[in-house]
């Protein structure tokens, strides 16, 4: 969609300024030199069309004479057509010579003439010392200009011509001699009796007139020039304007370089290219991930120095082949060419390394998702080959920050190569995104419960609430699936809220049935601590179902300890002042804690599953559970041991005085009722999951 957005403006900019001019330009030049072509073509025409005429009419004259002689029986026949001046040869109709007078210099060709101004055809003959007009193929008439200026000067001067023209009215000798007057031969044929006649004529042209002529020409072709060269000027200066609208259009205004636009637009172009086709490409986003916290620890301007230097070290780092533009505020979109993946990966990482040292008082972090493009008609995974020309850059960088976002949040440098999974990672993202207020609002989400026994009793003394998405659309969906996301985007609030409020609902009920309820625990998620009044929303919410606050226990993970430590523990503190149970969720797992143990004043330290998981570790992980049980109790602290799934661990828990197991070994988290089921009775048997 953008893409074709930037792609219109882009084009918009390139056209407006190149092709209409190039196109106007080559309209009117067709047209001026049509116009100026067909002026001189007519008024060529009609000049000759005019003096041959003239010329016909004089033959017709000889032969009407020559007819009239004969039928007479006159004596001189000849004399008479003599005193024409005119050198001419009569033929019978079976080819005999009958007579001849003056040259007779006919050169063969024939062709018929249409005059406008006469209703029959001429027929016409060139002669042999004229090359000044030829007979177009289809009768027209074309004029050799050159050959009148050149040829028939000298032509003129030494024919033999005995003949008075009236239009100059010179005698012959004179205008023989005259170098102003040129002569063009030709024959003209009539039919006479018993045969036909052949007549020499000439076309006189005055070389004054001529002159005239070639002078307007020459200004017609000079008035031509100024507006060719006006119109080319204008095009240059078109194109000019638009490179420079163009760089604007491509240029980063922080770093200097290429911008978004361009790496998209000139990018696909790049890769589209022929010679291109069959090399791998990999594209890139480069995400400078200290950016933000640099710009707000030193200035805007300090940053975009940063981003200059960036911009400078990955440059240095490409070859002629490759392409780098700087996208967003701290993302960089690269083009690289690679034959082999291991190969890219050092190269990718050298970059880091050395982009991580731009500043030699900061140490930044890099993160880099990469896309392959691979050599045209490579088949993808359903065996079709993948054209280049179809190529999506967007897309591709897209790609490639999605596979960039897929790598952990923290601030550590990173390379992350896209895969399909991603895009089914995120469409599955975007569907839960989508469904998450109707689902809450249908009460989708189902609360399980996963019982806490003591392992010494193997009596009921807790549970915890765990989320289910029993979604219409996608079946059973487990918490590992949604959480997650929702705590990413923030729901997880409203499902914080949901659960409390479903849980204290479902406690009250079971208590005013009599059973004999014990606390559950629901999970607290990090992103709700930023809310200092959280402590005072849970109250409210369970006061307002009218459920006893020793029946719910809130869990905290371990890593929330670390957000910010004296609002965790100003609303831990409000919440064991309400009554409520608190508990530190996956102790052991990830970050060390045991500071938090001393700043927080909790009630319940559940071990993490880990601790319950793999080999068989020559006893360490006993010693080490053993240890933190005790740690907990000399801290007053309840435990409770998570993920234990043989019997094993159930008796050396108890041993070792671990007040309450939840586990596959006593239940799997359960429905509700099936929850309810197990209230207020002792198995005398501990259930295998
Ligand atoms: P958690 O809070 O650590 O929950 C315990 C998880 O361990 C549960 O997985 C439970 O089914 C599982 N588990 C318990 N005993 C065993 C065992 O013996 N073996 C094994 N392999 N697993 C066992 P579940 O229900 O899939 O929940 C996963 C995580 O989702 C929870 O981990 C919790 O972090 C989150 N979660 C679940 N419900 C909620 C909720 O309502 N709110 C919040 N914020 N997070 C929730
Ligand atoms: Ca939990
Ligand atoms: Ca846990």
Redesign the pocket.
């Known amino acids: 969609m953008m893409a074709n957005l930037k792609d219109k403006r882009f084009r918009s900019i390139k056209k407006s300024h190149a092709w209409i001019s190039i196109v106007m330009f080559v309209i009117v030049s067709l047209m001026a030199a049509a116009v100026i072509g067909l002026f001189i073509s007519t008024f060529i025409y009609y000049l000759i069309d005019m003096k041959i005429s003239e010329e016909y009419r004089d033959v017709v004259y000889m032969s009407k004479m020559y007819e009239k002689a004969s039928a007479d029986g006159s004596d001189d026949i000849y004399g008479l057509l003599d005193e024409s001046g005119r050198s001419y040869l009569i033929v019978s109709s079976d080819g005999r010579e009958i007579h001849r007078s003056g040259e007779v210099t006919m050169s063969g060709d024939e062709s018929t003439l249409t005059l406008s101004t006469l209703p029959e055809k001429v027929r016409v003959i060139f002669d042999e010392k004229t090359n000044a007009f030829r007979v177009g193929n289809n009768g027209g008439l074309v004029i050799d200009l050159p050959a009148v200026f050149g040829d028939l000067r000298e032509f003129s001067a030494s024919e033999e011509v005995d003949r008075y023209d009236e239009e100059y009215d010179l005698d012959l000798s004179t205008i023989r001699d005259n170098p102003d007057i040129l002569y063009l031969p030709f024959w003209i044929q009539t039919d006479v009796t018993g045969g036909v006649m052949n007549v020499k004529a000439f076309i006189t042209f005055n070389v004054k007139d001529i002159y005239l002529f070639g002078t307007i020409g020459i200004v017609a072709a000079a008035l031509s020039l100024v507006v060719f060269i006006i119109m080319i000027s204008n095009i240059i200066s078109g194109i000019i304007r638009r490179r420079r609208t163009l760089n604007v259009f491509f240029t980063d205004i922080v770093t200097g370089g290429h911008n978004w636009m361009w790496f998209i637009i000139k990018g696909q172009q790049f890769l589209k290219k022929m010679k291109n086709y069959s090399a791998r490409y990999a594209v890139l986003n480069i995400v400078f991930v200290n950016y933000r916290n640099f710009t707000v620890c030193h200035s805007i301007e300090e940053g975009e120095q940063m981003l200059v230097r960036v911009h400078r070290t990955i440059g240095a780092a490409l070859n002629k082949r490759e392409i780098y533009a700087h996208c967003a505020s701290s993302d960089f979109a690269v083009v690289m060419r690679f034959t082999d993946q291991d190969a890219l990966k050092r190269r990718v990482e050298s970059l880091i390394s050395s982009l991580s040292t731009i500043d030699s008082d900061h140490r930044f972090a890099f993160q880099v998702g990469i896309t392959i493009i691979e050599p045209d008609g490579t088949p993808d995974k359903s065996g079709v080959p993948v054209r280049r020309k179809n190529l999506d850059l967007e897309l591709e960088y897209n790609n490639a920050c999605t596979a960039r976002s897929a790598l952990e949040s923290g601030d550590e440098s990173g390379i992350a190569f896209f895969d399909d999974k991603l895009v089914e990672d995120q469409k599955w993202v975007d569907l839960v995104q989508e469904r998450q207020e109707s689902a809450l609002a249908n009460e989708e989400f189902m609360v ?1 419960y ?1 019982p806490k026994y003591d392992p010494r009793t193997d009596e009921l003394r807790g549970a ?5 998405w029993q979604s219409p659309e996608f079946g059973f969906v ?3 699936r949604i ?1 997650p996301i929702y ?1 990413k985007n923030g729901f ?1 609030t409203e ?2 809220h949901y ?1 409390i409020e479903h849980v204290a609902k479902d406690q009250k009920a079971w208590l005013d049935m009599g059973l004999k309820c014990v606390p559950v625990s ?4 990090r992103a709700h601590f930023i809310e200092n009044d959280l402590a005072e929303q849970i109250r409210d919410m369970i006061d307002r179902v009218g459920t006893p606050h020793d029946l719910i226990e809130i ?1 905290l ?1 371990e890593s929330a300890f670390f957000d910010d430590k004296k609002a965790m523990i100003s609303t831990i503190a409000k919440l064991k002042e309400y009554g409520f149970a608190v508990s530190m ?2 102790f052991g797992s990830g970050y060390s804690s045991l500071n938090s143990l001393k700043d927080m004043p909790l009630d319940v330290l ?1 071990l ?2 880990e601790f319950f998981r793999g080999d068989n570790d020559n006893g360490r992980g006993e010693i080490v559970v053993s240890e933190a049980i005790k740690l907990a109790k000399s801290l007053n602290m309840r435990t409770v041991a ?4 043989v019997r094993d661990q159930v008796d050396f828990l108890a041993s070792q005085g671990c007040d309450m197991i ?4 006593y239940a ?2 359960m429905p509700k009722n099936e929850y309810r089921q197990r209230m207020g009775t002792v198995p005398s048997e501990p259930q295998q ?1």
């Open positions: 399980y996963q915890e609430a765990l989320i289910r487990p918490p590992g959480i705590e997880i499902i914080d659960m629901v999970n607290v998620s869990e993970t969720d996956d559940k993490d599953a998570e993920g234990v799934e939840q586990g596959y070994y799997k988290p999951a």
